[in-house]
């Protein structure tokens, strides 16, 4: 095996490390059997988290471009020579000698691990108020809105969180897909606002005409862009294929959720007069679920620093 095979095979290994196909023993035990002997004898392995090349001196790993690194080329057949101890690395760019046992850049890790936390809170807090709505039946005297509020900003936070995760993999489509969702998201909020003040009698009137408009256009955008964005996750693989997923599975509770409501606004269908508590409990309850497994699966990932690829 070759350097360039060897690269090859690295990004898919990394991969499906990432997307939990490949647990971290494994990938490091794949990573050994992928060590290459170059023709002076030298013993040479890929960082697990860099994917930087580094040769072994007889005492610790250096960081290096392989010999012939810029050509395909196959390692010429060599005596055996017993392979250097593999899991620890020791990189060298001069008389001072540094050891890691991970990232030889952890300031790119700190980042991503803070974005995630960011994430793993957002969807935790969502999920929670999203499950205390779904048992509003049970716990009288909560406030919707209060409640709906807070679910709406932690859908808020992390969109924000999962797009800065992976903004450089999933091109205009994901960026569009975060920025309609994200509108969205925020004109729902404002239109339950709006509805909410008017049962309550802080709004006189009839429901301000803006309602309709508010309601059908934030619909609109939360639908597409949660559809967009949980498409573009699962094709950037940036993040595990089930962020993916979960989002889709958020689109469709937002749609059965606000489903009966926009018919009725529409003219469509009147259905909606005879919806009871019920359906929409369990639909928040679904959501709650749904919110609380995102925020599992992104936390699942605060070690892990994907490379960029193209």
């Known amino acids: 095996m070759d350097f360039r095979e060897v690269d090859r095979r690295y990004v898919d ?64 057949e060599r005596p055996p020579v017993q392979q250097p101890p593999f899991p620890s690395m020791t990189v060298s760019s001069g008389p001072e000698q540094t050891t890691v046992t991970e990232d030889v850049r952890p300031e790119r890790q700190n980042g991503w691990k803070r974005k995630v936390v960011l994430g793993t809170v957002a969807a935790t807090v969502s999920g929670v108020a999203w499950l205390v709505l779904g048992l509003s039946g049970l716990l009288p005297n909560i406030s919707y809105l209060g409640l709906y509020t807070i679910a709406s900003i932690g859908m808020l936070v992390g969109l924000v969180s999962l797009h800065t995760l992976q903004a450089t993999s999933y091109g205009r489509q994901g960026l569009a897909g975060f920025l309609a969702s994200f509108v969205g998201v925020i004109l729902l909020l404002t239109a339950a606002a709006v509805r909410i003040l008017f049962f309550e009698g802080l709004i006189t009137n009839n429901l301000p005409g803006i309602y309709d408009f508010i309601l059908l256009l934030g619909s609109f955008g939360a639908l597409v862009g949660l559809a967009l964005l949980g498409v573009t996750t699962l094709r950037a693989r940036v993040l595990p294929q089930r962020c993916g997923s979960l989002l889709l599975i958020v689109d469709v509770g937002l749609f059965v959720h606000y489903a009966p409501e926009i018919l009725f606004e529409l003219g469509i269908a009147d259905f909606y007069v005879y919806v009871d508590h019920g359906y929409y409990d369990l639909v928040d309850t679904i959501l709650g679920v749904t919110w609380l497994a995102l925020g599992y699966v992104l936390w699942s990932q605060r070690d892990i620093t994907p490379d960029h690829r193209s």
């Open 13 to 76: 290994l990394k991969r499906q490390h990432y997307n939990g196909n490949l647990s971290a023993e494994e990938f490091d035990a794949q990573l050994e059997q992928m060590m290459v002997q170059d023709n002076d004898g030298r013993w040479w392995a890929k960082s697990r988290k860099t994917g930087e090349w580094h040769y072994y001196n007889d005492s610790t790993w250096v960081r290096d471009t392989p010999p012939g690194y810029e050509e395909t080329r196959t390692v010429r």
